[in-house]
């Protein structure tokens, strides 16, 4: 992305900034995997809409005086034995020539300056959620100042970056739905590949090997989320990761998989049988979830409520459960004491973005709930989890597990389905395994 685009996200930040402050956001840390050998390192989701920095030990300094304001970025020096084993640095000179930001100093200023940095301020915006150390710093700084008797104002109003961060990434540019879609183009390879090869007998994790492949060779470095593949009644764990199961010829395979590509995430569920065929069973209870999602999807738009879409979702499934014999009574009764709950227990989605599940606020500050707006991006997934134990079931559903997941993009006019073109009907899944 183009420099002028995270200049002018920062400018925006500085302008929803009080008065008299600073801001301090923090690059990730790197974090160990084992011993002294770490995870792959994925940039702070704030730090990078805020800077399109990717390299760790960076803080950027956002400073609001009462008349101007001041953008500073403290980044790695370079070093030559340290590139050696991790890889080439920008340094200084490097990102003042990328970067269009007022200074740059190397990260060890950083210490050494945030005291004068903090001082003469009233206040400071800090990522509550950053590690425990560069947060310890900086309160020891605040602390020190506070007993200073000629500094003019030493901070005293602790305020959330994410106050501001969050809902500036509520809002997508035409820039970031691309990025959106290209992740998508990704994900839809690897979930096609997928459908279109024999799985009976595959261990699950060999499916998430064939995703993660898939990613890398469509040019996407990671997953946005661990990939579920849960056969059978693994799709009755949620949030099922193991992947370990041999899979079934009859059993169906819930995957929750999508790529992350320069930073935005997809986040996409089908739910497939190994076989290449649904059984009657299962098909009934895919048709249900699958005229849930498109009721549901088709409903949003510009306005409406999240748990407008949830209450459509628990109708839609409830009703059906009641047809099938799953649930007995009054859909309402039903609802009203939270029955549906047992088999659909989970939210209906979230907002999607540089983070798969992003934080962005879901509620005012008056504890009232967001309603849809152009632009956002929001995940519809409504799924139905029948347990194998569970004896009040009709025996054929035991053990099935559907959950069916698309990203839509919110439009003036309604929406868009960014991942439409994810084969998703019972007929497309199937044709897709016969072309094999
Ligand atoms: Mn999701």
Redesign the pocket.
Same mark, same amino acid.
């Given at each position: 992305m183009d420099e002028l685009i995270y200049k002018s996200r920062r400018e925006d930040f500085l302008v929803q900034m009080k008065k008299s402050s600073v801001a301090l956001l923090f690059s990730a840390t790197q974090k160990i995997r084992s011993n002294d050998t770490e995870f792959p390192y994925r940039q702070d989701s704030d730090f990078y809409y805020l800077t399109g920095f990717k390299e760790d030990n960076a803080v950027l300094v956002l400073v609001k005086g009462e008349k101007s304001a001041k953008e500073i970025l403290f980044v790695q020096k370079k070093d030559k034995s340290l590139e050696l084993w991790t890889g080439k640095r920008l340094g200084v000179e490097g990102v003042k020539e990328h970067f269009d930001v007022d200074k740059v100093y190397t990260s060890e200023c950083f210490e050494k300056r945030l005291k004068k940095i903090l001082q003469s301020k009233k206040r400071v915006y800090l990522d509550l959620f950053s590690e425990e150390k560069k947060l310890l710093r900086v309160r020891e700084n605040i602390q020190e100042l506070s007993h200073s008797r000629t500094a003019k104002y030493t901070p005293i109003k602790l305020y959330h970056v994410r106050e501001i961060s969050q809902k500036m990434r509520a809002i997508k540019t035409p820039v970031e739905i691309e990025l959106i879609k290209k992740a998508l183009s990704i994900t839809k390879e690897a979930h096609h590949k997928v459908m279109s090869m024999k799985k009976a007998e595959l261990v699950e994790y060999e499916l998430q090997a064939v995703y993660e492949y898939e990613f890398k060779k469509n040019g996407a470095y990671s997953d946005a989320y661990t990939t579920i593949i849960a056969g059978g009644d693994n799709g009755n764990t949620l949030h099922y990761i193991n992947n370990s199961s041999l899979l079934h010829e009859d059993d169906l395979i819930l995957i929750?998989a999508g790529c992350e590509y320069e930073m935005y995430a997809s986040?996409i %569920?089908r739910t497939i049988p190994v076989s290449g065929k649904f059984n009657a069973a299962q098909k009934e209870i895919y048709e249900l979830v699958l005229k849930t999602e498109l009721k549901v999807i088709d409903a949003v738009k510009e306005g409406v409520l999240r748990s407008d879409l949830q209450m459509m979702a628990r109708e839609s499934l409830c009703e059906g459960m009641v047809e099938l014999g799953i649930l007995k009574g009054d859909v309402k009764e039903l609802i009203k004491e939270n029955y549906d709950k047992r088999y659909f227990p989970h939210g209906i989605?979230?907002w999607?973005g540089i983070d798969?599940?992003d934080p962005c606020p879901y509620k005012d500050k008056k504890g009232k709930e967001i309603a849809l707006q152009a632009g956002m991006v929001l %995940?519809v997934?409504p799924g139905l989890y029948l347990p194998l134990d569970d004896m009040d079931l009709p025996e054929k559903y035991r053990g099935i597990a559907v959950r069916i997941?698309d990203d839509i993009l919110v439009t003036k006019k309604g929406f868009e389905n960014l991942s439409c073109e994810i084969a998703k009907s019972v007929a497309e899944i199937e044709k897709l395994y016969s072309r094999t």
């Open positions: 929750d986040d %569920t989605g979230h999607i798969v599940h %995940t997934e997941e």
